[in-house]
């Protein structure tokens, strides 16, 4: 297992790349492409961010314990803040109150959350040409995981794709996040 840390001001992102796992890409690729989601999200400055780099027998023990699915899938999110503390965006589920204060970010930086990446999935949904957002797109697996760690990193600041408006609002996004470095 080797760990990192990268600097893309504000943001600092711990990285775990797992014994056995090929990167297929540059971490700094990677962590780029995070920084520009969570400036994106509005993310609170400065924080923190893990990436979990692994293979699919990893992604499928989170998948069955957190989301109760059999199976390997791409990527799991991990977030530690509600979705109310990040700024509204388009299908965005209203907040449920829980309190008459607004959220206090503790002084420092704090930590978002976790994004765990099966990159032995990526490369083959890439290799295979289910890929991308639709799932049909064949392109290189520095491309897929270049998408899965930005929707990974959407989902830690509170996007999601359950409801319609927010997925479109959420996809759209991802794709001028992507062509923002090719």
Not at 50 to 57: Q, V
Request: contains cysteine; hydrophobic residues 40%.
């Amino acid at each position: 297992m080797r760990e990192s840390t990268v600097y893309v001001s504000p943001w600092r992102i711990d990285v775990i790349l797992r014994d056995g796992v090929q990167p297929h890409t540059s971490i700094a690729t990677l962590c780029r492409a995070i920084a520009r989601a969570l400036d994106a999200t509005g993310a609170p400055e400065p924080s923190s961010i893990g990436l979990i780099l692994t293979n699919d027998a990893e992604l499928t023990e989170l998948n069955r314990a957190h989301m109760d699915t059999d199976g390997p899938t791409d990527v799991l999110s991990f977030p530690l803040l509600a979705p109310g503390t990040f700024p509204d965006h388009p299908g965005k589920a209203a907040a449920a109150p829980t309190s008459t204060e607004a959220f206090v970010a503790p002084p420092g930086r704090g930590h978002l959350g976790d994004i765990v990446v099966s990159v032995e999935r990526a490369a083959e949904q890439a290799a295979a040409g289910r890929g991308g957002q639709t799932g049909d797109v064949q392109w290189s697996t520095r491309d897929e995981l270049r998408l899965l760690v930005t929707h990974g990193a959407l989902h830690v600041c509170g996007w999601d794709h359950a409801d319609p408006v927010e997925e479109a609002a959420m996809r759209a996004l991802e794709q001028q996040l992507l062509a923002q470095e090719r």
